[in-house]
């Protein structure tokens, strides 16, 4: 899943295997992505943007189950022993999470709400 599409297009293209594919859902208004056609077919590559607003509830469902499957078997994973480190922050520091996310904290951004 690509969260900044512009800036990322050509390292995507670049680490795809063969039929790979990019799910991605956010890039900065404005930003356009110049893609090389002729790689991308010969190498079977897909692109394609996701809205999860719009996405019907069972395939929604799915999606779900199979991230809780995935988890369960170890077949992905985070946290910083995965390199991808986890930052919580309480509710009442929204704002400060929001602040760390803009400012490209390296890693997950989590809201605790319970």
């Known amino acids: 899943m690509e969260v900044a599409t512009a800036g990322n297009a050509a390292l995507d293209v670049a680490v795809l295997a063969p039929g790979g594919a990019v799910a991605f859902y956010a890039t900065n208004s404005g930003d356009e992505v110049v893609l090389p056609v002729l790689e991308l077919m010969v190498r079977n590559l ?3 943007g996701v809205l999860i607003y719009t996405i019907p509830a069972e395939a929604k469902a799915d ?3 199979a991230i809780v499957a995935a988890v369960a078997e170890g077949a992905l994973r985070g946290g910083e022993e995965a390199g991808l480190p986890w930052h919580h922050y309480p509710l009442a ?3 400060e999470a ?3 996310v803009e400012g490209a904290i390296v890693g997950k951004v989590l809201i605790d709400v319970g």
Do not use: E, K, L
Request: hydrophobic share 50%.
């Open 93 to 95: 520091r929204t704002a």
């Open 98 to 100: 929001h602040d760390a």
């Open 46 to 48: 897909s692109w394609s």
């Open 63 to 65: 999606a779900v189950a």
